[in-house]
């Protein structure tokens, strides 16, 4: 089969990869020689080869370079490299991306594969060197990938998933209940596969387990999710929360979010604030149930959400409607004090009990 040239961005990517791990091993005394060996497309194995000579003869480090090191991609390259040295070929299997995450060194780690990014993290262990560096972030974060994953239309299916506990789904059916497009669904569905928070079964696709799942999603949710996309106004009343809650219940627009959200859920949760979610008019709706607009010292929070999403699971507990447990976690979560207390109540004994 004839295959297209390398596309400029790989062939840059893999001079790259190449100049760094050379660098990186120049820097090593007891390493007399190193010779970079380029391997020619399509018949090579691997991107390139570095040879270096030691006391004890010379170790050809096989290389191999991805333009993305989220760990399915990262495992797939690791059984590549394992396959192609078990296969005969003599050398020391390395992978080497723009950033490797924790979970992707690990997988290298365990595959006993070599690895180096472009952020400074490495595990080289070969001959006489060893080298481990690790703890640096990731200087270029994948923006635009966390923006399609976290974008409003996005939210609505991973919100679909989380609250459904362990169900598979098929595609169009978790399109339509998320009321996204298919191509939407299917987008979600690559980035968490390649992230290896969900798999796909004879049944369907679904998110893996609580520890394997839904805690990195939901972890990494939390700390790309823009509370400040909602349009805020703050209100006071003099009415106790109870009769301030009915009033918002009294119109079906409304629904329950943070502490006062998180009350109905882990009762051992306190509040001293009543804070909702408003699908509609705002201020007809506080100016119907008699609450006064005002700058500061409001016991009131209502908000126009930046996307309806935010409703879905919404359910009615004790007579109010309260946002799903994954909405008020999110909405707590980033909250600090009491408000990060009561994420991890609801986390534990609400959104857990659904993945057991």
């Known amino acids: 089969m004839l295959k297209l040239p390398l596309p400029v961005k790989t062939k840059a990517a893999e001079q790259e990869a190449a100049r760094r791990l050379a660098a990186l091993l120049r820097g090593i005394p007891f390493l007399s020689s190193l010779r970079i060996e380029s391997t020619v497309r399509p018949h090579a194995e691997v991107d390139f080869a570095i040879a270096v000579r030691s006391r004890s003869g010379t170790q050809r480090l096989l290389c191999e370079v991805k333009l993305n090191g989220q760990p399915r991609i990262v495992r797939e390259a690791c059984r590549r490299l394992r396959d192609f040295i078990v296969s005969g070929k003599k050398g020391y299997p ?6 490797l995450s924790p979970e ?4 290298c780690a365990d595959s006993g594969v070599g690895y180096l990014d472009f952020a400074g993290n490495c595990r080289l262990v070969f001959d006489q060197v060893f080298i481990l560096r690790e703890g640096y972030p990731n200087p270029s974060v994948h923006k635009r990938e966390l923006r399609s994953l976290y974008s409003p239309k996005a939210e609505r299916v991973l919100r679909v998933l989380l609250n459904a506990g362990s169900k598979a789904w098929k595609m169009q059916e ?3 209940e998320a009321r996204v497009s ?6 979600v569905k690559k980035l968490l596969l390649d992230r290896e928070w969900a ?3 004879t049944e369907g696709f679904r998110l893996r387990s609580f520890d394997d799942g839904v805690l990195p999603l939901l972890r990494e949710w939390v700390a790309n999710y823009r509370a400040g996309r909602n349009r805020y106004h703050s209100f006071y009343s003099m009415r106790p929360l109870p009769e301030v809650e ?5 119109d079906s627009c409304a629904a329950l979010t943070e502490l006062s959200g998180a009350a109905r859920l882990a009762p051992a949760v306190r509040y001293q604030r009543v804070t909702a979610y408003v699908q509609g008019d705002v201020m007809r709706l506080a100016g119907a149930a008699g609450f006064k607009s005002v700058a500061t010292g409001g016991n009131i929070t209502l908000m126009e959400p930046y996307d309806d999403g935010v409703f879905f699971g919404a359910q009615v507990i004790d007579g109010v409607r309260v946002v799903s447990p994954v909405q008020v976690y999110l909405d707590l979560a980033n909250v600090k004090g009491r408000g990060e207390e009561a994420a991890t109540a609801v986390l534990e004994e609400v959104i857990k009990p659904l993945w057991r």
């Open 104 to 107: 992707a060194t690990s997988i």
């Open 246 to 250: 009915a009033a918002l219940d009294a």
């Open 182 to 187: 298919l191509g939407q669904a299917a987008n």
């Open 94 to 99: 390395v992978l080497i991306a723009p950033y």
């Open 199 to 201: 798999a796909l079964d």
């Open 174 to 176: 978790l399109a339509d």
